[in-house]
């Protein structure tokens, strides 16, 4: 159990405050009533001193910078790998818990990655202070493949992914914004004439976002796999313990604002049903089975939606789901909150088991 002890209403902290997963991490806190304390906010330089409502009170942003983080009992990282390499160490110093949503340290074995559902005793050991926060696409699919692999033990893994454009933060949003606009206006949404689409030059994607999908995520790492795919392979041999499960990722962008979708071709060391596999995810908690899990269906919501369940014939045990969740709610924000509810959590029935 958790060795860390925290006040019952414990100061927190939200570093990238202002930008898409910080400002629904705000939201979040308020949503489910976390217990806090003070709340503090930080940002760049250039929100500094911006005024925040929360809950009733009046919160001036912080230069994450410049800013004296003693005090804090636990804070949010929202702001990417290199602030997060910068700051987190420093917060980790001033006596904090830190709980990063940026790659920075996913993959440092004296960091644990969590997902709520999956793994919350991996909180108990934190030799850096710090808890790192999965890739938005791996996060889909541990709630769904933890009690599978509980069952059956998953033995190999084939994903193809269909990833929403605010994954790629504000600037995504924005160029599919542009480029649909731009495509409406020559007709390119309604053309049959077989005519090249014009739009917009791409700025984030090697090719436009808008009326395409584009196969080429970022930048080409391991033997010709993306970063993106790379980092669903690793996260999911450590979030679920198999450091050697084989995995083979292809990881899509499609012109969808929010909600990412996984196409799971997953085989398995012994027998499992379909009927067995939709009853194990019909109880699994932040799993909701659905006849068609689409990206409108999950926008908002907390669960990832779970169907297409089927059996997958090219191998001996396997099955074929397609899994859908919030990128920027489960995905990032929603999974730090409940991951800083499980420290408390832990920490509180450690100190009482001590008690007795």
Not at 34 to 62: D, Y
Request: hydrophobic share 45%.
């Amino acid at each position: 159990m958790s060795t860390r002890s925290f006040p019952t209403n414990p100061n927190v902290g939200v570093v990238g405050a202002t930008g898409m997963v910080g400002e629904m991490m705000r939201e979040i806190l308020a949503e489910r009533d976390f217990p806090v304390g003070e709340l503090r906010l930080f940002a760049s330089a250039k929100s500094a001193g911006k005024e925040i409502e929360w809950k009733g009170r009046t919160i001036i942003i912080e230069d994450a910078n410049t800013a004296d983080f003693a005090g804090l009992d636990l804070v949010f990282f929202s702001a990417g790998g290199s602030t997060s390499r910068a700051l987190a160490p420093k917060v980790v110093e001033a006596g904090a818990v830190v709980i990063d949503n940026s790659s920075a340290y996913r993959s440092d074995p004296d960091v644990p990655l969590i997902v709520s559902e999956v793994n919350p005793e991996a909180s108990d050991v934190l030799p850096k202070g710090i808890i790192a926060n999965p890739n938005c696409t791996t996060m889909a699919a541990m709630p769904v493949l933890k009690p599978l692999h509980d069952a059956a033990g998953l033995k190999r893994m084939v994903a193809s992914t269909y990833q929403a454009v605010s994954g790629g933060g504000v600037a995504g949003v924005d160029e599919l914004d542009e480029q649909i606009k731009a495509g409406a206006e020559n007709g390119a949404a309604l053309s049959n004439s077989g005519d090249a689409v014009e739009l917009p030059a791409p700025k984030k994607w090697a090719v436009p976002i808008g009326f395409n999908v584009v196969p080429l995520n970022y930048v080409l790492g391991e033997d010709g796999y993306t970063e993106e795919e790379l980092k669903m392979r690793d996260e999911s041999r450590k979030i679920l313990g198999l450091p050697d499960l084989p995995v083979s990722g292809t990881c899509v962008r499609v012109p969808v604002f929010t909600g990412h979708a996984l196409s799971l071709n997953v085989e398995f060391e012994r027998p499992i049903s379909v009927e067995q596999a939709t009853e194990l995810l019909g109880n699994a908690d932040g799993v909701v089975l659905a006849d068609v899990p689409n990206p409108l269906e999950a926008t908002g919501k907390d669960p990832v939606f779970v169907g297409r369940i089927r059996p997958d014939p090219t191998v001996a045990h396997g099955l074929v789901l397609f899994v859908v969740g919030d990128n920027l709610r489960k995905g990032a924000a929603l999974n730090a909150i409940q991951v800083g509810e499980v420290v408390l959590k832990r920490a509180a029935e450690a100190a009482l088991s001590k008690a007795g």
